[in-house]
């Protein structure tokens, strides 16, 4: 039964890694920064740097609940002050709002699973810390063999792996956005959702090591204590 409970928790420490590895550079803001300077979308969209960083700041905040709509965000483009984000891209981002919802619940729910089974491992009188380090390090190094896998396969063909991610979490078409008239598909164009992947998979890869190191350290520290499971 420790072992069950040893690698739900070790499961658990997973899903707060990845879905906290995707919340994070969604809302740091240095991220999206750089990659305007990098791909010229104040040129693209012609629009001033400061403004376009406050209408970023808008779409993060809708993101993070701290604004009800995106339907009164305003900005001025080529000299014109316009509504910023039409309709179809409107409705795209209640979409994308939802899935991250649904990342942020599965972190939460993660987080208090994960401390209700080691509370219960504690009254049971379970070593917690070498069960949970050998589970925790044979799921993460499970988890870098089949995210190189995966990843191997995305830098294959990205544009197809990201037709296909849309094709399997949005139940329309309203990711379909046209370059000529919809400013969103320019502020973050396929370019920028290829350095979020990147970034995604080295946080992804990085905490997973960070915790297979630490599970290591600790289970050769006590290898010789005769622990008695």
């Known amino acids: 039964m420790r072992w069950v409970m040893g690698y739900l928790v070790a499961i658990c420490v997973l899903l707060i890694i990845v879905s906290q590895s995707i919340i994070f550079p969604t809302f740091f803001m240095p991220f999206f920064e750089w990659q305007y300077q990098r791909l010229e979308v104040h040129e693209t969209i012609d629009i001033a740097p400061a403004e376009l960083t406050r209408v970023t700041t808008d779409l993060l905040d809708y993101m993070r609940g701290r604004r009800q709509s995106l339907e009164d965000v305003y900005g001025t483009v080529a000299g014109t002050y316009r509504r910023f984000f ?3 891209e409107i409705r795209h981002m209640e979409d994308v ?10 972190r939460n729910i993660a987080f208090f699973t994960a401390l209700g089974l080691m509370l219960i491992m504690a009254l049971l009188r379970y070593h917690i810390l070498h069960v949970i380090a050998r589970c925790c390090r044979e799921v993460q190094t499970g988890f870098i063999l089949l995210g190189g896998i995966v990843a191997g396969l995305i830098a294959l063909n990205f544009h197809r792996a990201f037709d296909i991610f849309h094709h ?21 164009p396929l370019g920028f959702f290829i350095h979020m992947a990147i970034f995604i998979g080295g ?5 997973s090591l960070l915790v297979i190191a630490m599970a290591t350290i600790y289970l050769r520290s006590t290898a010789n204590r005769g622990i008695n499971l």
């Open 86 to 88: 039409s309709d179809i």
């Open 97 to 106: 709002l939802g899935l991250y919802n649904i990342a942020f619940m599965v």
């Open 168 to 188: 399997m979490f949005f139940s329309n078409d309203y990711w379909v956005l046209d370059p000529r008239y919809n400013l969103l598909i320019n502020m973050v």
């Open 203 to 207: 946080l992804l890869l990085a905490a």
